[in-house]
């Protein structure tokens, strides 16, 4: 059997199970009288109500389609979709399903999530099913076997209990009673993920990338390793679109395999499902008391891509082309249709809160014992609706009943939702002015931050006097007091502002000599900030190495702010960094080309910022954390640092220290070598003359010990320099 034939009998094979599956909701149909407390009305998004009837014995929510449209406004049913499931009414009576939408409601003043199956007919109720009455604890539940499905295996379903509970949860004992759950492998979520393109969309095919030869064992073994779990399959037949291969080294040494689909996201139709906001999670935390945090295994490969567009994502290897049969990273649509995944598979529990792949358990309760038992129901019903939905978790990542945690970027407790501390870190130990040029960098940066706190230039009255031109440099305790309030008001709201997921997010990113800096903001106004200190190797890199990795830390530093986003703009001040991040990979230095590859995950626009403007990353940049000693253990730090641009060549070492001292003994090598380390001049005409010929290439110039290397492995040595710069055109491989 070929493979395309099995694919198709397996996709039959899954049509025909999803076509039997037909859900009970007995009572759609009945007319007669209902009493009040068999109703309840819930506010959906748009501020108006829908009012349903309570029915445990429906095994799902239902809608009609002319409440849907009235409530939500959404006519044509844009946020619906398509399935091929009956619902059995009384008497038997099957009704067709026009489609599904996951629904934020809110009772009172607590949000929930709803799957709601939209149906015709004006004679329907709205219906609350028995899922989503226990979820908002609108029905005590006296059995705990109406928590589970008929179709769910026992053995997978996991009972409440109905007495007191004699002690606490412990991990040991979750691992134990849930080990599918946490087991290895992928799992699997019901229903493909269709890809949906523009209508006049070009495909693309992108030619092979190189890939280090000392890569290709390993990168051969995960391909096999994917391909064997299912998340891959090779592929032998012509397809229009071909993405190219990003590897990404993760620190056990293995491989992370993803793809490079710009082209492919340009034509992507968005689902554009609405992600919730850190305002909406802070309010429902409130009055939680105790808190569990898990997270996904491998979370977008839990969803499976539809036959039709799985071929959309095929992608070159140095050992042929495959295509995902998982949804991949990288596809601009994948954290929406991620995240609306999620939401499916917590509708109608209590105390969960899900942002990407990060969930959140909470308990509630005038006493901790009372939140303890709260959180101990709600983490036991989430993870047999884990079980029943094959999602995975990470037993690594697993934290359980914790009275404080860090969640997105926030730190959750009893108190409520506050700023994690390390988002702040770099302005509250920023180490105070040594002379007046640091002042003024930091003025720069108040003057900047003052339109969201007016009175802030009030505190800085003792700093401004100490940059005055005639002043004497006298750091006094009021100066102190006045930097020290400084920094405190600027890590605190209204400066420091929520991270919105619906608002674009600027990194700003800069590199002095021996620090790095970086300041994540939306509309202007700051979020987090970060800095390091440089190690001792980082300090002697090109400042254009020092540039890029400026933006690689502060994308690490973030990552759980914008992985996934569509689009996040970065500003910096060094110009060449908008040619190099344009360039294919192998247009690129190796170091730079390693950074770059770190880059690859995330969907980034570099903006030139000129450095008289980047008040905030400029001031973190000069005035960084002190030395972190971890830092230079990190294994991707030393993994940077020990790259040697010359290893690939095919030029014997005796000839490398030939080529070395020729450099050394040449001015115009020497003087080249010094504007790479420190920076090149904004314009061709400030440069010096002797280095004009370079000027147009300096982005793809670094300096190896005394070498001076260029990009695709050029390798030039004193007078060669001239002959080199004469045929650039030809890129002259050796000299």
């Not at 939680?288 to 898990?294: D, N, R, Y």
């Amino acid at each position: 059997m070929t493979s395309q034939a099995s694919d198709e009998e397996d996709a039959q094979t899954q049509d025909a199970t999803e076509k039997k599956k037909v859900f009970s909701i007995a009572s759609v149909s009945s007319v007669h009288q209902l009493r009040d407390e068999q109703l309840v009305t819930l506010k959906v998004k748009s501020g108006n109500f829908i009012r349903f009837q309570m029915d445990t014995g429906a095994d799902c929510n239902v809608v009609p389609t002319h409440v849907y449209r009235n409530a939500t406004g959404d006519i044509t049913l844009r946020q619906v979709t398509p399935c091929n499931a009956s619902l059995v009414a009384f008497g038997d009576n099957l009704i067709a399903v026009r489609g599904r939408v996951v629904m934020p409601v809110w009772r009172g003043t607590k949000k929930f999530y709803i799957e709601a199956n939209i149906v015709d007919g004006r004679k329907v109720r709205s219906i609350l099913g028995r899922r989503a009455c226990i979820g908002m604890r609108l029905v005590q539940v006296m059995d705990c076997d109406a928590l589970s499905k008929p179709d769910v295996p026992s053995d997978k379903v996991h009972s409440l209990g109905t007495g007191a509970r004699s002690a606490p949860l412990t991990k040991s004992d979750v691992l134990r009673r849930f080990p599918g759950v946490f087991a290895d492998g992928v799992g699997r979520l019901a229903g493909d993920y269709v890809i949906r393109l523009d209508a006049d969309a070009a495909p693309v095919q992108h030619a092979p990338r190189r890939v280090a030869v000392a890569l290709q064992k390993t990168l051969r073994a995960e391909l096999d390793k994917m391909t064997a779990d299912g998340i891959i399959k090779a592929v032998s037949t012509p397809t229009p679109w071909i993405s190219s291969l990003v590897v990404v080294p993760k620190k056990s040494g293995k491989l992370r395999i993803c793809i490079d689909p710009k082209d492919l996201n340009r034509a992507i139709r968005r689902e554009n499902y609405p992600l919730p906001t850190i305002e909406d999670v802070a309010t429902r935390l409130t009055g939680a008391k105790v808190f569990t945090i898990l997270d996904v295994r491998s979370g977008f490969w839990h969803v499976r891509l539809s036959d039709a567009s799985s071929p959309l994502t095929t992608f070159n290897t140095p050992f042929g082309r495959f295509r995902w049969l998982r949804m991949p990273f990288g596809i601009c649509s994948a954290p929406e249709v991620f995240q609306r995944r999620m939401h499916e598979v917590i509708e109608g529990l209590h105390g969960i809160e899900v942002i990407a792949d990060d969930f959140c358990v909470v308990g509630f309760g005038e006493t901790l014992d009372q939140a303890s038992a709260d959180h101990d129901a709600n983490l036991i019903a989430f993870l047999n609706r884990c079980a029943e939905k094959d999602l995975r978790l990470s037993a690594e990542k697993f934290q359980l009943r914790q009275r404080e945690v860090r969640f997105i970027g926030h730190v959750a407790s009893g108190e409520g939702l506050k700023i994690d501390p390390a988002k702040v870190k770099a302005v509250l130990e920023m180490p105070d002015p040594t002379d007046a040029a640091a002042v003024m960098r930091a003025l720069g940066m108040v003057q900047y931050l003052a339109k969201f706190l007016p009175h802030l230039s009030d505190m800085t009255l003792p700093l401004r006097r100490l940059a005055r031109v005639d002043a004497e440099w006298d750091w006094d305790t009021a100066a102190a007091a006045a930097w020290k309030a400084v920094k405190v008001a600027v890590t605190r709201a209204p400066v420091l502002r929520f991270y919105d997921l619906q608002k674009e997010v600027t990194l700003q990113c800069d590199a002095s000599q021996s620090g790095l800096g970086a300041a994540m903001m939306q509309e202007g106004q700051p979020v987090a900030w970060a800095s390091r200190a440089l190690t001792d190797t980082e300090c002697r890199y090109a400042q254009i190495e020092k540039e890029l990795l400026a933006i690689v830390f502060a994308c690490e530093r973030f990552d759980p702010y914008i992985y996934g986003r569509d689009k996040v703009t970065i500003e910096s001040d060094h110009k060449p960094l908008e040619v190099i991040m344009a360039k294919p990979l192998c247009g690129a230095p190796t170091r730079l080309q390693r950074m770059m590859l770190r880059l690859q995950r995330y969907n980034l626009a570099v903006s030139y910022k000129k450095g008289a403007a980047m008040f905030l990353a400029d001031t973190l940049s000069r005035a960084y954390l002190p030395h972190d000693p971890l830092v230079s253990a990190a294994p991707h730090v030393a993994a940077l640092e020990s790259l040697d641009a010359t290893v690939e060549l095919p030029v014997s070492a005796a000839r490398l220290r030939q080529m070395a001292a020729a450099s050394v003994a040449d001015e115009t090598c020497q003087r080249l070598a010094r504007v790479i380390r420190s920076g090149w001049p904004e314009t061709k005409s400030a440069a010096d003359p002797a280095l004009g010929p370079y000027f147009d290439v300096r982005d793809e110039l670094t300096v190896q010990g005394d070498l001076i290397c260029a990009a695709c492995a050029n390798v030039c040595s004193g007078r060669a320099w001239r002959r080199t710069s004469e045929r650039w055109s030809e890129r002259a491989t050796y000299v």
